[in-house]
């Protein structure tokens, strides 16, 4: 996730329990470019393996260069390309969630990357929506592609592009993705607890499930799905107190990563009300809480909640982090009109990200 999972948030999740976890979306023409801040982006602790990059990308030629790239400076261990954002600024110039239903430059897309990676034996795997809207649905014929391309898994988060983060996901589509495809297909879209993803699994028959916004504020949902896999009942709860030690892991992480108390308390910010969702914790200390900037402040703060509040069970399966409303995909003049046309998209590259 864009803004989210830094090299310091996958590890305090990767501390928590089994799984793969994405670096930050990064755009194939700032890979190429060497822009310093995507190359920061790119970056993995030593521990991390396997290293999983997400790359965005709308031009065949520079994702083949972006790919060569990453594998012959070694740059990561799997390679994930993001279909999925529904961003208007991106899906207006066709890029992003737009760009399946032009099935010819899609296939092209990730036959380049695949191409480049394969000498390296990289896997490349694919993640997309379900389609534009409900009329312009692509997931099963992209997803066919994806695999006849040579992608090695393809996940789908269950809604279209209209939909944006809206609304629910379409579980059953995942079924039919599942029966269309040969490569693993990995579920995605309101997994918020475990108990979530047994029930997407045992419903949809996938391979795999991704997570998003359940982690928000909650990486020891990990944890519990490692239990939940393992087919052990425990899942975590924590108190106050323990919420808070995580917080502060999460912080001094931030920290370490940006090497800058104040940057790093400054990135950290953002996650204060995840982390606090459902608890008491008054108002005041909240603003504080969101205004923090060294890690002695945020000690003092965390020193005045009330470590022995249990956890708020009743946001247990709620939503979390954006929920913004559905509308209308802003598309090129045309674009719905012929799905054949391969011409790369101009001006598609993100500067925002999502997906
Ligand atoms: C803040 C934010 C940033 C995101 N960034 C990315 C991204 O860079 N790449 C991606 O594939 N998906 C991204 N997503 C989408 C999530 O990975 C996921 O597909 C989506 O939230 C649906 O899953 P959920 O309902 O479990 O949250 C982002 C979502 C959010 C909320």
């Known amino acids: 996730m864009a803004g989210i999972t830094n090299v310091a948030f996958r590890r305090l999740c990767r501390e928590q329990g089994a799984g793969l976890y994405v670096c930050e979306m990064v755009t194939t023409r700032a890979l190429v470019e060497r822009n310093p801040k995507t190359l920061r982006m790119v970056a993995f602790d030593p521990a991390e393996r396997p290293r999983s990059l997400q790359i965005y990308g709308v031009d065949p030629d520079t994702v083949r260069a972006a790919v060569r790239m990453i594998v012959d400076e070694n740059l990561a261990d799997h390679v994930d390309m993001n279909f999925g954002c529904p ?14 239903w032009r099935r010819r430059l899609f296939a092209r897309i990730v036959a380049a990357a695949v191409e480049a990676a394969r000498p390296a034996g990289v896997p490349v795997t694919v993640k997309m929506r379900l389609g534009i809207d409900t009329d312009h649905l692509t997931y099963v014929e992209a997803g066919r592609i994806a695999q006849d391309a040579g992608a090695v898994a393809v996940a789908l988060h269950a809604r279209t592009a209209a939909q944006r983060y809206s609304g629910t996901a379409d579980w059953d589509a995942i079924s039919a993705l599942k029966q269309a495809l040969d490569v693993p297909v990995l579920g995605n879209g ?3 607890e475990a108990s979530d993803a047994l029930r997407m699994v045992a419903e949809t028959g996938c391979d795999g499930v991704v997570i998003g ?6 990486p020891w949902l990990f944890a519990d799905l490692a239990a939940a896999f393992a ?3 425990d ?3 924590p108190p106050l107190r323990e919420v808070a030690r ?13 090497g800058d108390e104040r940057d790093g308390c400054t990135d950290f910010r953002k996650h204060v009300a995840w982390y606090l969702k459902g608890f008491r914790a008054g108002s005041e200390l ?11 402040e945020l000690d003092d703060l965390l ?3 009330d470590g022995d509040e249990p956890y708020p069970i009743e946001t247990l399966g709620q939503p979390r982090g954006r929920t913004n409303s559905p509308g209308r995909v802003a598309l090129p003049e045309g674009w719905l009109a012929d799905r054949d046309a391969d011409a790369v998209p101009a001006g598609a590259e993100l500067d925002d990200s999502g997906g």
């Open 87 to 100: 961003v208007p600024k991106v899906t207006r110039k066709g890029g992003g969630a737009a760009l399946p």
């Open 190 to 192: 309101d997994i918020w």
């Open 213 to 218: 916004r359940g982690c928000l504020g909650r």
């Open 231 to 233: 087919g052990r009942p």
């Open 235 to 237: 899942r975590l709860l």
């Open 246 to 258: 995580v917080m502060r892991r999460h912080a001094e992480l931030l920290v370490e990563w940006y």
């Open 286 to 296: 909240r603003r504080a809480l969101a205004m923090v900037s060294s890690l002695s």
């Open 303 to 305: 020193g005045k909640l």
